[in-house]
């Protein structure tokens, strides 16, 4: 069956991104760790959250519209016009380089070059690393609909390895140079992740594995523009300003601090330190999870057709799949919730001392925590939810965004005046709140002339929820009698509490969810056991 083939495939690209996003991001967690330690916070706040703010925002209105266009229906289209389409991304990706870097130079405050030098530099190198990147879009994606699992996670793993080796090298010998360092090693990075694209298609297109696969690219001069399929090109107008006003929801606590300055750039840094922490189960697992069966469900129902209308083979898989899906990472998201509250102070002051483990470094972690739970459940619902609706509903969807993106960025000002960075973190919690709302209402209205109710997923046994809570309880107990000024020996008894109730926790998911374990058993853990065996 043709969805079960898609099935697998897309868990196996699923696991191989989470693997990716492990290795690159433990690399890059390793790496804030050492640079805070011989950078200041202003020069770390600068980077992580004005320049990248520059380089992301770029890439999103540049490409993302595209991405999601030509990624729905799979890997069955006219793609010699589907890649002239996505080439329009770098003219795009160039006018707003321009346009933003003139705001970024221009229009917003400047940091102190005693501190911060070489700002202008900085800009201009985040701002070509996009156009860079955009470059190799068209390789991209049609690696993407292609499941092409190796060649990302080469790619990528390549990339950050080699910028992080040249930031810690400059950072040791130049470390007078600023934000040479990090522009220098943008460059390196976005080059490498091109040419890596670049070099894998130049070799495979025309060769015999090309032809065994009945590739649907025959040479590298088909990946040259020419013309726009109509089809696409009308979704990708519809989408982009979706894809807008999603960056803005998406992080829109860096814009109110870049433009409204109720942070400075030492506490900014702080932030995106802590922000970085308390999201990394979101990036090693959430989004492989999300990008991957975005294509997924593109690739088993059709885009704008009620499910009445579609295979009803497919719908069952679709809802099975969707509500698997959601039960995964609810558990997850409860589980970093339930433990990350009590282990955050720790968690901070192991990893970047009394900088991060006083003040208000712990709170916001603890926030973060809470967090993470709602990123779990919108990224799956969302990733069905763009995947089928059509373009009406996705004109409808904007206007939702538009009103929600306005409401959240002046919640976001009046919590951050009145409870510090900690209000970024609740106002993107009523953010993610109103967008699962949505997503769960357009779910239903799918599904609800079926016999399949995948929301099912958003309810775990109710023994397992007991032992969550009698856990939450436990550790928070073991906080305030361990941790954390009591000594290493006070929090590794704090330490053997927390692991002993995150086995309870893991042995109750085993027996309550049998059907949750077995479908991440044989989708996403099958390649690496028969590895093994």
């Not at 955009?134 to 993407?144: H, K, M, N």
């Not at 042995?507 to 058993?521: N, P, S, Y």
Request: positive net charge; charged residues 15%.
């Amino acid at each position: 069956m043709a969805s079960q083939d898609a099935l697998r495939q897309t868990a196996r690209l699923a696991s191989s991104s989470a693997l990716l996003q492990v290795l690159s991001r433990g690399v890059s967690f390793a790496l804030n760790a050492f640079t805070l330690r011989h950078l200041s916070r202003e020069l770390i706040g600068v980077v992580s959250v004005r320049l990248t703010l520059l380089y992301s925002t770029v890439l999103f209105l540049a490409r993302e519209a595209f991405r999601r266009a030509c990624l729905s229906g799979g890997a069955k289209r006219n793609w010699t016009k589907t890649i002239n389409l996505l080439w329009f991304t770098v003219p795009l990706g160039i006018f707003w380089s321009v346009f933003l870097g003139a705001v970024w130079l221009h229009l917003l405050e400047v940091p102190d070059p005693t501190v911060v030098p070489h700002y202008q530099a900085g800009v201009v190198a985040f701002g070509l690393s996009a156009v860079i990147e955009l470059l190799g879009e068209p390789f991209w994606v049609l690696a993407q609909a292609h499941l092409f699992i190796r060649l990302k996670v080469i790619a990528e793993s390549f990339s950050v390895l080699s910028k992080c080796v040249l930031t810690v090298i400059l950072v040791i010998l130049y470390p007078q140079w600023g934000l040479y360092i990090f522009s220098l090693a943008q460059l390196l990075y976005t080059s490498i992740l091109v040419m890596c694209y670049v070099i894998y298609f130049m070799t495979f297109l025309g060769s015999p594995e090309a032809t065994k696969k009945s590739f649907p690219v025959a040479r590298m001069k088909a990946l040259l523009p020419n013309l726009v399929e109509d089809e696409v090109g009308h979704t990708v107008y519809f989408l982009i300003l979706q894809s807008f006003l999603g960056k803005v929801l998406k992080i829109s606590e860096r814009y109110v601090m870049t433009f409204l300055n109720v942070l400075n750039f030492g506490d900014q840094g702080v932030y995106d330190i802590i922000n970085n922490l308390g999201s990394l189960v979101a990036r090693f697992i959430f989004l492989p999870i999300e990008e991957s069966f975005y294509v997924f469900f593109a690739k088993v129902l059709e885009r704008g057709k009620n499910v009445k209308h579609q295979k009803q083979d497919d719908v069952a898989t679709a809802a099975s799949v969707l509500e698997l899906l959601l039960k995964l990472v609810l558990l997850i998201g409860l589980t970093i919730t339930v433990f990350g509250y009590a282990y955050s102070q720790l968690a901070l002051d192991v990893y970047g001392g009394s900088m991060l483990s006083s003040g208000t470094g712990p709170s916001l972690l603890r926030c973060y925590s809470l967090y993470v739970l709602f990123l779990a459940v919108n990224g799956v619902t969302e990733c069905f939810t763009f995947a089928l609706m059509c373009k009406e509903e996705v004109d409808k969807y904007n206007f939702v965004m538009l009103a929600l993106s306005f409401t959240f960025l002046c919640i976001s000002y009046f919590l951050t005046h009145w409870h510090g960075s900690v209000g970024f973190i609740l106002a993107n919690c009523f953010n993610m709140g109103i967008r699962i709302a949505h997503s769960i209402h357009f779910i239903y209205d799918f599904f609800k002339e079926s016999t399949c109710r995948p929301l099912s997923g958003l309810l775990p046994s109710p023994l397992l929820l007991l032992v969550y809570i009698i856990s939450g309880a436990i550790t928070v107990f073991s906080e305030v009698f361990f941790c954390c000024d009591k000594g290493w020996m006070a929090r590794l008894i704090h330490i053997s509490v927390g692991a002993l109730c995150l086995a309870a926790t893991i042995v109750t998911m085993f027996c309550t969810e049998t059907k949750l374990i077995g479908f991440v058993r044989s989708q996403f853990l099958s390649q690496y056991m028969k590895k093994g065996t």
